[in-house]
């Protein structure tokens, strides 16, 4: 996409909240060379969400514009845990499970962004190889009181809640990748901004090196979780994963609250001019909501599963949405067709393995919370024991939660 300067600043400015400074973005736009566009995301927990994928999503446009995306996976950041926007400290995670989360961060990101105009790092690159005496430099750059002027860090201050030293030090480390992989323009949501403005002070400072151009920072609404209230968050359970089954994505799409439509179509969708007016239907009374909600879905769902997947869906939430009971033919329609793995075949097997084995749970742990939680069905029957052996036969169907309905084939 060759576009000038100018109608590039257009593009990238929609849907934004800040852009620091706007005139310095023009100039480096300007330049003609390709821009160096960073995007970091702490894998505190396995998925990328929708909330995650609206930077993505500008990360993507810059790409189309012929910059480079440089996705910082942060390894060593999601030790310490971002305090941004929050009002008590997070849980520490240990190394295993920050590198556990992060296994699939890469495959994710790649269902937004160009994998040809991608630099993927973690941080851990350059953060464990800081000496104790460029920690203390890199503290010294900053004050007490500035980072408690932060308002999340000002307002746990006096509410007398504890703020641990670690979390002091998060926007200086979380600065510095800035400075490692001397980026030109750093994305980021509101709550983030001072973690932003950080890494332009500390490009510009040079401390173990030659000073660098400040990046221009670019910060975007926070995207509100299927609960309505609360940012879209893993710690909160209110989230979208982009890689979650269609189905269930569809159906909490289908679950947030009529007035956060409006951002969802702004933040996570294209927003065609037809979705517009139909958002002003809908404020008018005009449009049923719910026929709204179906669109803002199917976009969504359309964008990371395909069309198909889309519209399966799509008939998966109109059979299931009812009041009336469902019948075995009802599943049957919706039902996703799954092999038996050559190792299951012919035997008996605890079906907390078999739900694994399956792809129907990500762990023998979960799959038992979902049997014990009376989730999972053998065709009509519910179970209840996660030892219970059963034997996998073609024509079965094995129902999981709400949403995953397999119709097993041999």
Known sequence: MNLPPEEQLERIRQHTVDLIPEEELLEKLRSGRPLRVKYGVDPTGPD??????????????????????????????????????????????????????AAGYQEQAFKVLDPEKTEVHYNSEWLDALTPEQIVRLCATHTVAQLLAREDFAKRYQDQQ???????????????????????????????????????????????????????????????????????????????????????????????????????????TDYKDQDRRLVEHMKAGTANPRDVKFRLAHEIVEMYHGHEAALAAQRFERVFSGARQQTREDYEAVAEEVAIPDDLRGKPVWI????????????????????????????????SDPQEEVELKAGMLVRVGKRRVARLVS
């Open 48 to 101: 990328i969400h929708l909330g995650h994928a609206v930077p993505l999503r500008k990360l993507r446009l810059f790409q189309n514009l012929g910059h480079l995306a440089v996705l910082i996976i942060g390894d060593f950041t999601g030790l310490i845990g971002d305090p941004s926007g929050r009002n008590e400290g997070r849980p520490q995670l240990t190394r295993e499970q920050v590198e556990r989360n």
């Open 162 to 268: 504890p703020i641990g030293l670690h979390e002091l030090l998060y926007p200086l480390i979380q600065g510095y990748d800035s400075v490692a992989i001397n980026a030109d323009v750093e994305l980021g949501a509101t709550e983030q901004k001072f973690n932003l403005l950080t890494g332009r002070e500390l490009q510009r400072l040079g401390l173990f090196g030659p000073s660098q151009e400040p990046q221009v920072i670019i910060t975007f609404p926070i995207l509100v979780g299927t609960d309505g209230v609360k940012r879209m968050g893993k710690s909160v359970g209110n989230y979208i994963g982009i890689t979650e089954p269609p189905d269930e994505m569809f159906g909490k799409i289908m679950s947030i609250p009529d007035e956060v439509m409006e951002q969802y179509f702004e933040l996570c």
């Open 352 to 383: 907390s393995t078999a739900l694994v084995k399956l792809g129907l749970a990500r762990s023998r742990g979960e799959a038992a919370r979902l049997i014990k939680g009376g989730g999972v069905y053998l065709d009509e029957r519910r179970l």
